[in-house]
């Protein structure tokens, strides 16, 4: 069974602050996702990375970087945080092969003050 | 631009009877299209796919149908359960393994 933990269920952050939100999978996936979900917006895919090192920007990349220094490890950092990135953050990961199914973490709820 | 779109935000089903999710896409390319489950607090799960050369697939009680030409694809719960309560995600792949998600459907299902 693959196993992708997040750092944290849920967190509270001030405006201006640096923001780590940590992924592990255990399944030694090539491909890994950074998403976030809004009511009324769906999941919103914001990085991913199909290995070591490598980064692309998804859909709404703004206000976020990521880093990947080792396989099983994706971070999602918020350079400074801002009341409008309070969402829910969900890490997947994939195989890449077809279905293309995706595997997801339990998720962190992040609240901005 | 969405280009998977779920356009009803809520659908509430009595148990025992058949559960419809509907989702449209406008990316000819797609070539992959899956369906999530959500549950509130969890990170979503896998439900079933369907290749774009399929027009069908089955599993258990869930099928999904594709209809290319309308750009169309469904999720058919039969029967539904109370446990089918969750928010449905479909979401569609062309080529990458990166996948588009549509904005859910929550399903409500009603003793």
């Known amino acids: 069974d693959v196993k992708v933990t997040q750092s944290s269920r849920y967190l509270v952050k001030r405006t201006g602050e640096k923001v780590f939100l940590e992924c592990v999978q255990d399944?030694?996936?090539?491909?890994m996702f950074w998403y976030r979900q809004d009511p009324g917006l769906g999941l919103r895919l914001i990085y991913f990375?199909?290995?070591?090192?490598?980064?692309e920007k998804g859909d709404i990349p703004e206000g976020y970087s990521v880093s990947r220094e080792k396989k099983e490890r994706f971070s999602l950092i918020l350079e400074s945080a801002s009341t409008n990135q309070t969402s829910m953050y969900l890490c997947?990961?994939?195989?890449?092969?077809?279905?293309?199914?995706?595997?997801f973490g339990p998720g962190t709820r992040l609240t901005v003050t | 631009d969405q280009q998977v779109k779920q356009n009803s935000p809520s659908l509430s089903v009595q148990e025992g009877r058949i559960s419809i999710l509907n989702c449209d896409y406008t990316n000819s390319m797609f070539d992959y299209f899956l369906w999530y489950k959500k549950y509130p607090a969890e990170g979503p799960t896998f439900l079933i796919s369907?290749?774009?050369?399929?027009d069908k697939n089955e599993d258990g009680r869930f099928t999904v149908f594709l209809n290319k030409s309308a750009k169309h694809l469904s999720l058919h719960i039969v029967p539904s359960q109370p446990g089918d309560s969750a928010v449905y995600f479909c979401?569609?792949?062309?080529?990458?393994?990166?996948?588009?998600f549509g904005t859910g459907t929550r399903l409500q299902v009603t003793l």
């Open positions: 399944m030694d996936h090539e491909n």
């Open positions: 997947a990961t994939s195989t890449g092969a077809p279905p293309l199914k995706q595997y």
């Open positions: 369907i290749s774009s050369i399929k």
């Open positions: 990375s199909y290995d070591v090192k490598m980064k």
């Open positions: 979401a569609a792949s062309a080529i990458t393994s990166k996948l588009t």
